[in-house]
């Protein structure tokens, strides 16, 4: 089907003249429900907010289902209507309300697409032989969920595992915080963090926990060559940390070095500081 002036095309019957959805037009209230993890989880979909997020998912084939955006924001991106036009996805434009009801931001950026959801199984992310993997083990706030998940795509890792209690990888805020790197690793959740130990280990990676009461040093291990092999990374929640099952089962228990007067770093900061030193010793 020939695409409409801007490269983009209306998802409804009425052709590009036809008025844009409103917040009660029943395609945007289904989408809206994507908001509710329950939903979430009984339509296998997800929403994926602003350009950088949707012209990554829009980047991999049969997973935006409809791409929503207001008149303004479609010109402005039109590449991005032209990509999901060709795709045959539909493009709906939306009122200013409408958007704003499917989005979270306070200063939302025009455009929203609805994504299947794009996990796979332990097993499948682990015969890709991946050298490089974090595990988020009962990690509930989705800021610091997504920023290490943006960490470990920076750094090069193959997987990122969202083990036990842990936060819905499709909450709003961990999809933003990934900056669209939740399209680019394989996502994994898994129910038994232990379990999670055990297949990694069985694949060939050494695991390691990262705790401020840890025997081993990480310049130490980095010094040592130990970070060279495929590793996976072990990190805690903010608040608890690792439960001490999980930190008792890895192959090494490993502290960030402080070398001022701060009394830790937060989760982001340490996860980033593992991956990469992690990074540079297996190049």
């Known amino acids: 089907m020939p695409a409409p002036p801007h490269g983009r095309r209306l998802g409804r019957a009425g052709g590009p003249d036809t008025m844009p959805f409103t917040p009660r037009t029943p395609r945007v209230v289904a989408a809206r429900r994507l908001q509710r993890r329950r939903d979430r989880e009984a339509a296998g979909r997800f929403l994926a907010e602003g350009p950088q997020a949707v012209r990554e998912a829009l980047a991999r084939p049969d997973l935006v289902t409809e791409l ?4 303004t924001a479609l010109d402005r991106h039109a590449e991005l209507a032209a990509t999901a ?3 045959d996805v539909p493009v709906s434009e939306v009122t200013d309300e409408a958007l704003a009801a499917l989005t979270e931001t306070v200063a939302p950026q025009g455009v929203v697409a609805v994504c ?3 996990d796979v199984s332990l097993e499948r992310a682990l015969a890709g032989r991946p050298r490089l993997v974090a595990v988020l083990a009962e990690i509930r706030d989705p800021g610091n969920a997504g920023t290490v998940l943006r960490t470990a795509d920076a ?11 842990a936060v819905d990888p499709y909450n709003g805020k961990c999809v933003r915080a990934s900056a669209g790197s939740l399209f680019h690793v394989d996502v994994v959740r898994a129910a038994d963090p232990a379990e999670v130990v055990t297949a ?9 926990a990262t705790t401020g009461y840890g025997d081993s040093d990480l310049d130490d291990l980095a010094d040592s060559g130990r970070l060279a092999a495929p590793t996976a990374w072990l990190f805690g929640s903010e608040a608890h940390g ?5 930190t008792a089962a890895a192959d090494a228990r490993v502290r960030v070095p ?17 991956l990469y030193a992690s990074a540079r010793a297996q190049r």
């Open 258 to 274: 402080l070398h001022g007067r701060a009394e830790s770093l937060n989760l982001a900061a340490a996860a980033a500081v593992c």
């Open 85 to 87: 036009a060709r795709a």
């Open 68 to 71: 929503f955006g207001t008149p």
């Open 155 to 165: 750094a090069g890792a193959g997987a990122v595992v969202f083990a036990g209690d």
């Open 116 to 118: 299947r959801h794009l």
């Open 242 to 246: 690792l439960p001490d099952e999980l």
């Open 200 to 208: 990694l280990r069985a694949a060939g990676l050494t695991v390691l």
